[in-house]
């Protein structure tokens, strides 16, 4: 299976600052078709996932540009510039490139 | 809009099983994998496996082989998931998902006797 490190395991950010999420794979991401599925999501407390970035770097329906998505093979980061109120929780990515899919064990955002 | 709607929570007996539904609505079902999830209490996400509800195609990951059983009912655009020989270990959050995009809001399975 691939293995997903996600790094850090907690994030303290201050309310209008940025924060970095780090993922990365045990393997490439690259499907044999030439994209890469690996995708971000925001499980706020109390709620199911949300999906946040897609394939790298493709914002969700509604998802604010304060949310950025970028790296390739196995290296990718999630931004969140501006940070506010609302994005605190759990953050996790998931690779469904290769079966099983496999998510990051996650990432607490919480305000310093 | 899309909507997942998941079954109420469960209390299930060591050793039984339980069956869960995910009834879709705003979007074509049979168009879109069903996938679903486990999340045990303040832990991390697991991904089970998937339904392809236009052929009934079925995925699962190794670990949850013999444990999860997924189907799905088209005429009523909703997906099933049973768990059977349940144990402690299977009382967790289980989250269905329609394409990996709109999310059910869980179903609680406690396991206990």
């Known amino acids: 299976d691939v293995v997903m490190t996600q790094t850090p395991v907690s994030l303290p950010v201050s309310l209008g600052g940025q924060a970095s999420i780090s993922c990365r794979s045990s393997?490439?991401?690259?499907?044999?078709?030439?994209?890469?599925?690996l995708h971000w999501y925001l499980q706020k407390p109390g709620q199911s996932p949300q999906l946040l970035i897609y394939?790298?770097?493709n914002r969700f329906s509604g998802v604010p540009d304060r949310f950025s998505g970028s790296g390739s093979g196995t290296d990718f980061t999630l931004k969140i510039s501006r940070v506010e109120p609302e994005d605190l929780g759990d953050y996790y990515c998931?690779?469904?490139?290769?079966?099983?899919?496999?998510f990051g064990s996650g990432t607490k955002l919480e305000i310093k | 809009q899309v909507q997942l709607q998941q079954s109420g929570a469960e209390l299930a007996k060591p050793g039984t099983s339980v069956k869960l539904s995910c009834k879709a609505s705003?979007?074509?079902?049979?168009?879109?994998?069903i996938y679903w999830v486990k999340q045990r209490p303040g832990q991390g996400l697991e991904w089970i496996g998937y339904?392809?509800?236009?052929?009934?195609?079925?995925y699962y990951s190794e670990k949850f082989k013999g444990k999860a059983t997924f189907t799905a009912d088209t005429s009523s655009s909703t997906a099933y998931m049973l768990l059977g020989s349940l144990t402690p270990e299977d009382s967790a959050y289980y989250f269905c998902?329609?394409?990996?995009?709109?999310w059910g809001q869980g179903t609680l399975v406690t396991v206990s006797s």
């Open positions: 998902a329609s394409a990996l995009n709109y």
């Open positions: 705003g979007y074509t079902f049979t168009s879109y994998y």
């Open positions: 339904i392809y509800p236009g052929n009934g195609g079925t």
């Open positions: 393997q490439s991401l690259v499907h044999s078709n030439g994209n890469t599925y």
């Open positions: 394939r790298v770097s």
């Open positions: 998931l690779q469904s490139t290769h079966f099983p899919f496999t």
